[in-house]
C-alpha cells in the first residue's frame, strides 16, 4: 500500500538532455486519459446498469438523490486535483467533510468526526517514529549490508536480497516509500556495479515492499482490515498478507522471465562490471543492539499478546528517544504526517458519504450488472488504473466499502476478493508517476535517468495491464482464501 504522491519527486522534467516538454504533454494525455475513463466509469456504474442486465429492468433500480450526488462529485473532482496537482488530498477530503456536513447536512463537529480513524492514525504515527529512528541510528543500514554479504559474489541474487529485505521492513510497519527511500540508494548503485538493469532492480524493490505492506502490522495492513471490519465484512489479516506475499513474488518471477526473454538482466547501459562490496560491516552496537532488541520486543507483543502496534511503537521510540534526546526533534520530523493526513482525511469523508447513503446506492447500481465475478474484476482494474497516478491509500479507502454489498449478495470469499481490490491498488505503484517508481527513476544515474524513466513507465503500462487480472483470477474465482 503507497501513501500519497509526491509529484515534485517525478523526475520527467529534470531529465537531462531529455525532451521535457514532451514528457509533461505525454503524461498530461494520460492524466486526462484516466480522470475522463475513471468519470465515464462512474456515470456508467450510476447510469448505465440496466443496459448489462436486462433483466434488472423490470425492478426499480435505485437512483441518487441530489445530497447523494453532489458528495460524489466532489470526491471525482478531489481525486482528478490530487492527480494534476501535489496536494494533499486527505487535506481535501477534511474540508470537504465539513463542508458537506456543516452547511449540507447540519451536523456538528462531533457528528463529522465520528468516524475519525484515530487507532490508525496512532499506528501511523507511532511506526513511522520508530523507524526514523532506527533508520538514523544505522540499523536499517547494518541490516541491509549483511544481508548483501549473503550472496558472496553471486550478483544476480541481489534483487531476490533486495526484495526480502523490503519486504522485511514494511512487514514491520514502514512504509512502502520509506522501504523503497532507504534502500534504493543501495540497490541501484549496486545494480550499476553488477550490470543489473536498474528497472529491473527497482521493480524488485517496489515488489518486495508491497510483498509485506499487508501483514498485520502494517499500517496497510490495519487500514484494511479495519475498513473492512467497520463494514461488516471481516478478513483474516494473515490470509491478507500470504495473499500479497503470493502475488508480488509471482510478478518479480514473471519480470525475471521477461527481462530474460527480452535480453536485459544484464545491463548494456551500466558502467563496467564489478563486484559487489561484501566486506564486513562491523557488528552493531549501543543503540542499533537495542533498535534490534526492540524490533523483537514488538514482534512478541504485537504477534504474541496482540497489543497495539501504535502503543507497542511509540513506546519503543520513546526508549530511544531517551537514549538520544539531543536529536528528538530530527525522530518527530520523521513521522510520516503527510499520510496522517490522506488516511484521516479520506476516511473521515467517506464515512460521510456512507452515512447519506452514497456507497449503498453505487454498490446496488453495481450489484444490476448482475455478475459479481464481473464486478470485482471492473473494480480490480479501477482501483489498479487509478492508484498508477493517484493515492493507492485513499482509493482503498474508497473502493473497499463498495464490495460490502457485494459480498454480502454472492459467494465470493471476503478474504479474496478485497485482497485482489488492495494488490491491485498496490502493484501498480511501479508507475513513474507514484511516489515508489519516482524513487526509483531519482536514484538512477544522472546521464541514465530519461532511459530508466521512459522503461520504468512501459513496466508500468505492462503491470497496470496484467496484475490486477492476475490478482483477480488468482483470489476471486478460486476462492482460494
Known amino acids: 500500500m503507497t501513501e500519497t504522491r509526491e509529484r515534485n519527486a517525478t523526475p520527467a522534467s529534470d531529465a537531462p538532455g531529455g525532451r521535457p516538454d514532451r514528457t509533461r504533454r505525454r503524461r498530461r494525455i494520460l492524466l486526462m486519459a484516466v480522470a475522463g475513463a475513471a468519470i465515464l466509469?462512474?456515470?456508467?456504474?450510476?447510469?448505465?446498469?440496466?443496459?448489462?442486465?436486462?433483466?434488472?429492468?423490470?425492478?426499480?433500480?435505485?437512483?441518487?438523490?441530489?445530497?447523494?450526488?453532489?458528495?460524489?462529485?466532489?470526491l471525482v473532482v478531489m481525486f482528478v486535483v490530487a492527480t494534476k496537482w501535489p496536494l494533499n488530498i486527505g487535506v481535501m477530503g477534511l474540508v470537504a467533510s465539513f463542508g458537506v456536513g456543516y452547511f449540507m447536512l447540519g451536523m456538528s463537529d462531533k457528528q463529522i468526526l465520528e468516524e475519525f480513524p484515530a487507532s490508525i492514525v496512532l499506528t501511523i504515527i507511532g511506526v513511522t517514529y520508530f523507524f526514523s529512528m532506527a533508520q538514523r541510528n544505522g540499523t536499517i543500514d547494518i541490516i541491509v549490508k549483511s544481508c548483501v554479504r549473503l550472496v558472496r559474489g553471486k550478483t544476480l541474487l541481489l534483487p531476490w536480497v533486495f526484495f526480502l529485505i523490503a519486504a522485511a521492513l514494511t512487514a514491520l510497519g514502514t512504509f512502502s516509500p520509506a522501504a523503497i527511500a532507504l534502500l534504493a540508494p543501495a540497490a541501484i548503485g549496486f545494480a550499476y556495479e553488477s550490470r543489473i538493469h536498474p528497472v529491473l532492480m527497482g521493480a524488485f524493490i517496489i515488489n518486495g515492499a508491497h510483498a509485506g505492506g499487508f501483514s498485520p502490522l502494517s499500517v496497510a495492513g490495519v487500514l484494511v482490515h479495519d475498513i473492512a471490519l467497520k463494514n461488516d465484512f471481516p478478513i483474516s489479516q494473515g490470509a491478507l498478507f500470504a495473499a500479497s506475499f503470493a502475488l508480488n513474488l509471482i510478478l518479480s518471477v514473471l519480470t525475471v522471465?521477461?527481462?530474460?526473454?527480452?535480453?536485459?538482466?544484464?545491463?548494456?547501459?551500466?558502467?563496467?562490471?564489478?563486484?559487489?562490496?561484501?566486506?564486513?560491516?562491523?557488528?552493531?552496537?549501543?543503540?542499533?543492539?537495542?533498535?534490534?532488541?526492540?524490533?523483537?520486543?514488538?514482534?512478541?507483543?504485537?504477534?504474541?499478546?496482540?497489543?497495539?502496534?501504535?502503543?507497542?511503537?511509540?513506546?519503543?521510540?520513546?526508549?530511544?528517544?531517551?537514549?538520544?534526546?539531543?536529536e528528538h526533534r530530527t525522530f518527530i520530523g520523521g513521522v510520516s504526517w503527510s499520510t496522517v493526513l490522506l488516511v484521516a482525511g479520506m476516511i473521515t469523508y467517506v464515512s460521510l458519504l456512507q452515512h447519506v447513503g452514497v456507497i449503498d446506492t453505487l454498490a446496488e447500481q453495481a450489484l444490476?450488472?448482475?455478475?459479481?465475478?464481473?464486478?470485482?474484476?471492473?473494480?480490480?482494474?479501477?482501483?489498479?488504473?487509478?492508484?498508477?497516478?493517484?493515492?493507492?491509500?485513499?482509493?482503498?479507502?474508497?473502493?473497499?466499502?463498495?464490495?460490502?454489498?457485494?459480498?454480502?449478495?454472492?459467494?465470493?470469499?471476503?478474504?479474496?476478493?478485497?485482497?485482489?481490490?488492495?494488490?491491485?491498488?498496490?502493484?501498480?505503484?511501479?508507475?513513474?508517476?507514484?511516489?515508489?517508481?519516482?524513487?526509483?527513476?531519482?536514484?538512477?544515474?544522472?546521464?541514465?535517468?530519461?532511459?530508466?524513466?521512459?522503461?520504468?513507465?512501459?513496466?508500468?503500462?505492462?503491470?497496470?495491464?496484467?496484475?490486477?487480472?492476475?490478482?483477480?483470477?488468482?483470489?476471486?474465482?478460486?476462492?482460494?482464501?
Open 368 to 481: 444490476a450488472l448482475g455478475a459479481p465475478l464481473l464486478i470485482a474484476l471492473v473494480l480490480c482494474y479501477v482501483i489498479g488504473v487509478g492508484s498508477a497516478f493517484a493515492s493507492s491509500t485513499a482509493l482503498l479507502t474508497a473502493f473497499i466499502p463498495l464490495a460490502g454489498p457485494l459480498l454480502a449478495t454472492s459467494s465470493l470469499s471476503a478474504s479474496g476478493t478485497v485482497a485482489a481490490l488492495a494488490i491491485s491498488a498496490t502493484v501498480v505503484d511501479v508507475s513513474p508517476f507514484s511516489t515508489d517508481g519516482a524513487l526509483v527513476v531519482a536514484n538512477a544515474r544522472e546521464d541514465d535517468r530519461q532511459r530508466v524513466y521512459r522503461q520504468l513507465m512501459f513496466y508500468a503500462g505492462g503491470v497496470v495491464l496484467v496484475a490486477p487480472a492476475l490478482a483477480w483470477a488468482l483470489l476471486v474465482p478460486t476462492g482460494i482464501m
Open 41 to 74: 466509469g462512474l456515470i456508467a456504474l450510476v447510469f448505465g446498469g440496466g443496459i448489462f442486465n436486462q433483466a434488472a429492468t423490470t425492478e426499480p433500480e435505485p437512483t441518487m438523490t441530489a445530497i447523494q450526488i453532489i458528495p460524489l462529485i466532489i
Open 257 to 326: 522471465v521477461l527481462f530474460a526473454l527480452i535480453g536485459k538482466l544484464r545491463d548494456s547501459h551500466g558502467g563496467q562490471h564489478a563486484d559487489v562490496d561484501t566486506s564486513s560491516t562491523g557488528r552493531p552496537h549501543g543503540q542499533q543492539i537495542l533498535t534490534l532488541v526492540l524490533i523483537a520486543v514488538m514482534l512478541v507483543c504485537t504477534l504474541g499478546f496482540h497489543m497495539p502496534i501504535g502503543f507497542v511503537a511509540l513506546s519503543a521510540g520513546l526508549l530511544l528517544a531517551f537514549i538520544n534526546i539531543k
